[in-house]
């Protein structure tokens, strides 16, 4: 009975988290939106509750594959914004075939440690599909949407069930499921088709380029963080050094840049 309790409290607080997430970054300026989008959301959410209805040892197993399960997601968004000129019903279902194909191979063959879940599986994957992004062509401008319980609602129900289905299969089916559900496009997923609904076709190359840099390292820190900080101390403790960890890079990265957020390329 507690577990279920914790399934559907992992539903309603990633949900709602997944949902205010894609609204805010409807409102922040261009330069940021990718940071919006890439907090670690599922990802942070999905390893809590390994942790929680698991062990914070659990999460260890679960986090070294995270980088590795991003490589799958970040095919899922190239492939998306390569085919979206197609439609959304064939750039939807080719892009999840994509996703699936890759976290096969990742299941098939798990990475057996943190530096080969980064440097073989995640780095490149992630970069070959950011340079193939942004060769298309970029629209940035997008309309801000009402903060209502409709848009909430239909967002919070995406998000919450990828949240659960994580917890779900790293309970029964172990934790390198678990991690490639954390891992999983959820929020990418639901922003494309807001957006691709809302604002058109022509700004989904835009979205996707923002997803990239600095937000893909700063999930890959999180991961890395969280596996070393979970077993020791704690799951509330390792969740929040863990974000600091992402986030600290974010700032580093545009105080590094040294230039107006508002010019930044998105």
Known sequence: ?????????????????????TLFAE??????????????S?????????GLTKTPADVVSAAQTIPAALAPTYTFVMTFAML??????????????MWGLFAFVILEFPPAGLATSVFLFSLPAIVLAYLIIRKLPQVH????????????????????????????FAKTLGNTWGALLSAFPAVFSS?????????GKEVIPAAAKSLFFPGAIGLIIYAIVAAFTFPSCGIWIGTLLAYLGSLSFAVVYYLIKDIDVETLPS
């Open 27 to 40: 409102r922040v300026p261009l330069a940021w939106r990718g940071i919006v989008l890439t907090i670690p």
């Open 191 to 199: 922003t494309f088709i807001i957006f691709y609904n809302l604002h």
């Open 1 to 21: 009975m507690f577990f279920y309790l914790q399934l559907a409290i992992s539903f309603l607080v990633g949900g709602i988290f997944i949902a205010l997430q």
């Open 42 to 50: 599922t990802v942070a959410i999905g390893l809590f509750f390994i």
């Open 141 to 168: 401008t997008l309309k801000k949407f009402p903060l209502n319980a409709k848009h909430i609602a239909g967002r919070s129900l995406l998000g919450g069930t990828i949240i659960v289905l994580a917890t779900v």
């Open 84 to 97: 979206v000129n197609h439609g959304i019903w064939f750039a939807m279902p080719a892009a999840f075939l």
